[in-house]
């Protein structure tokens, strides 16, 4: 059986996700799955076990009538029998029903005429369980399982020797700073209080290529820390693995960290808790009462570490 899913988004999208793959190759053990998503996240399917391929697809573009078309070629190719779409719209719709794909699965909206199963959508519930009720077109009302990933071996590999480089090989707090706008400054209050109350216990920051001012600002308030640049979400994970607490803001790395099972801080702007957290002791989300994560104060996050050390 060959199955395909279109998942547009970012690659914490595609993570969130996963449930719904994994009780899709359970209910079918020999289908072949394929996903179609924005370039940018094909990378997240390194660390998907269920997958076979990726069809990179901008989404986000606007897309001429040949984009359209040479999608709908790659698509009608493959020959699938099944097809869930995360993604609503007239577009869409019509796209899947072109296919000739005999079993159209999607929520319930513009196109629905399209489909042959239009599912409820409840957009305000934690985001995998949102994407899971899509199963229940095939009959599955099961709740989601957890999310999970599977890391390849090299890309352990990987975070052991850089553990090692850094001399952080029995435990580190992980800190991703990158998404959101939390000030460098009430990350350095954050951390210097930290270190002064554990200082055996290393600071690793993770960076993008191109980097922000807190690594400068850390420095200047006499915080050690590492700094590294995972290029690709399978040696995020494997890092994130490795950690004994991660703090972070919403994205990738708070997708991750549920994946993996590490104890995790999320700081939470317009994001809301119940959408993007399972609910789980190991997992605290800090809620802005503004929508605006900079307004999380510093203590608030240090009374949650208090509570948990």
């Keep these: 059986m060959h199955i395909l899913a279109l998942v547009p988004g970012g690659i914490s999208d595609q993570i969130l996700f996963f449930p719904t793959l994994e009780t899709l190759k359970h209910r079918y053990p020999g289908a072949v799955i394929d996903v179609v998503t924005d370039p940018q996240s094909v990378g997240a399917y390194r660390v998907a076990s269920t997958v076979r391929k990726t069809i990179p697809f901008n989404f986000r573009d606007r897309n001429s009538l040949a984009d359209w078309s040479n999608l709908l070629g790659v698509i009608r190719e493959q020959e699938y029998e099944l ?35 239009a599912i409820l959508d409840k957009p305000n519930q934690y985001l995998a369980q949102r994407y899971h009720d899509l199963l229940q077109g095939i009959g599955v009302s099961q709740p989601c399982p957890e999310i999970k990933v599977t890391i390849p071996r090299k890309n352990l590999e990987w975070a052991e020797a850089e553990q090692q480089r850094l001399g952080i090989g029995n435990g580190y707090l992980l800190v991703d700073s990158t998404r959101g706008d939390y000030p460098s400054s009430s990350w350095s209050l954050i951390l210097k209080n930290i270190q002064e109350q554990q200082p055996n216990l290393p600071i690793v920051l993770i960076q993008e290529e191109t980097p922000t001012d807190l690594p400068q600002v850390l420095q200047e308030a006499g915080i050690s820390c590492k700094t590294l640049i995972p290029e690709e979400p399978a040696k995020l994970a494997a890092l994130i693995a490795g950690a004994n607490l991660v703090l972070c803001t919403e994205g990738d790395t708070l997708q991750l960290a549920v994946a993996v099972q590490t104890f995790t801080i999320a700081l939470l702007g317009a994001a809301k808790i119940e959408r993007y957290l399972p609910q789980s002791d190991r997992f605290i989300g800090l809620q802005s009462t503004t929508s605006s994560m900079k307004d999380i104060s510093p203590q608030q996050v240090l009374d949650v570490l208090a509570g948990q050390r």
């Design 83 to 117: 097809v869930l779409t995360a993604q609503g719209g007239w577009d869409v719709g019509l796209l899947l029903w072109l296919s000739g794909i005999p079993e159209r699965i999607g929520f319930a909206g513009k196109g629905t005429g399209f489909l042959t199963q």
